[in-house]
């Protein structure tokens, strides 16, 4: 867990209040519910900040400040076709040097980009913005199918409300997954979403019924996620042939039942790697892979990591704990 929790973000003419809001509401609201340090957030500007609607933003903390933080946010630039300020970038360059975690969410990848600190790593941005970013900036590996790239100590983030992915994972990398489900309960949004997923779907939102069904549907596997889960179970439990349930869950998800299946079984293990020693074979069949080989092979795909490194990174009890029932210690 990290010691040093201080927040910077960076304030922008003509930005809109959503972009610094995203950031203001992760890590700068008191968390005391939690019983552990939270984040010091400090907001930064160049000057006097004009924000959409007519408001205007004053604060006394300038780009010194700003490349001082453990990590640094970049929610956008004023404009993607003009180079940021060389201030700006000199301040990315030094925290990026001093050791600080560097973060963009949208457009902010520009900066970054114009830093020098996205060359030869892949990064995201909006996908409206990708190509001329990949234009600007040809030695960037620009990915536009991506919520969020996260290469150890530069983050990138897709647009607008990717923003609060990018949050909830950097807590979820500061805290543990307990820590950050909690908080995407407060913002009423998803847990976790696989950074790789991707930004939008080419499907028009609907009225239809189905849809409702599917919701169920999904609610429903939730809560057996350890049981054996076909299409054909899911299908019946919706009311609906195989071939009829697949068309519709691809039209209200994006993506098919096994798929999805499989990214909410590695989700649910991530507390479990988090919060017990149990052996990796134990956790696979709590949350329904048939074996461990299958579960490291996905957990892989979608964590971009091992669950053994996982759980070195990200648990924080003592060996002599307790296990939840059901999930027995691993020998020594």
């Not at 010691?3 to 809001?21: H, I, K, N, P, Q």
């Not at 234009?135 to 897709?158: C, E, F, K, S």
């Not at 017990?276 to 080989?293: L, M, Q, S």
Request: hydrophobic fraction near 40%.
């Amino acid at each position: 867990m990290r010691t040093d929790l201080s927040v910077s973000v960076l304030a922008y003419d003509g930005m809109s209040a959503f972009e610094l809001g995203i950031v203001t509401e992760v890590f700068g609201l008191p968390r005391p519910e939690f019983d552990i340090p939270w984040y010091d957030l400090t907001v930064c500007a160049q000057g006097p900040v004009r924000v959409i609607g007519g408001a205007h933003l004053n604060t006394p903390h300038g780009l010194e400040v700003f490349s001082a933080a453990r990590t640094v946010i970049v929610p956008g630039v004023p404009d993607v076709t003009a180079d940021p300020s060389p201030e700006v970038t000199a301040a990315l360059r030094r925290a990026h040097q001093r050791g600080a975690r560097i973060v963009s969410i949208c457009s902010g990848a520009f900066a970054l980009a114009a830093a020098g600190l996205l060359d030869g790593r892949r990064a995201t941005t909006h996908w409206r913005h990708a190509d001329l970013l990949q234009r600007r900036y040809p030695q960037v590996r620009v990915d536009a199918n991506a919520l969020y790239i996260d290469v150890h100590d530069v983050i990138t983030g897709a647009g607008s409300a990717a923003g609060l992915d990018v949050c909830t994972h950097l807590v979820r990398k500061d805290h543990g997954a307990a820590i950050a489900n909690a908080v995407a309960r407060r913002l009423v949004i998803q847990p976790h979403r696989d950074g790789g997923q991707a930004q939008y779907i080419e499907t028009p939102v609907t009225a239809d019924p189905d849809d409702d069904r599917i919701a169920r549907n999904m609610a429903w596997a939730l809560e057996r996620l350890p049981e054996a889960l076909t299409v054909e179970t899911l299908a019946h439990q919706a009311h609906m042939s195989p071939r009829t349930y697949l068309r519709h869950f691809a039209k209200a998800t994006g993506t098919s039942p096994i798929r999805w299946l499989i990214t909410q079984r590695v989700q649910a293990s991530l507390p479990l790697l988090e919060t017990t020693d149990a052996p990796i074979e134990r956790v696979a069949a709590a949350v329904g892979f048939d074996t461990a080989v299958t579960y490291r092979h996905h957990f892989a795909r979608i964590m971009r990591t091992s669950p053994t490194a996982y759980r070195r990174a990200f648990s924080g009890i003592p060996q002599s704990q307790t296990n939840p029932p059901g999930l027995p210690r691993q020998g020594t």
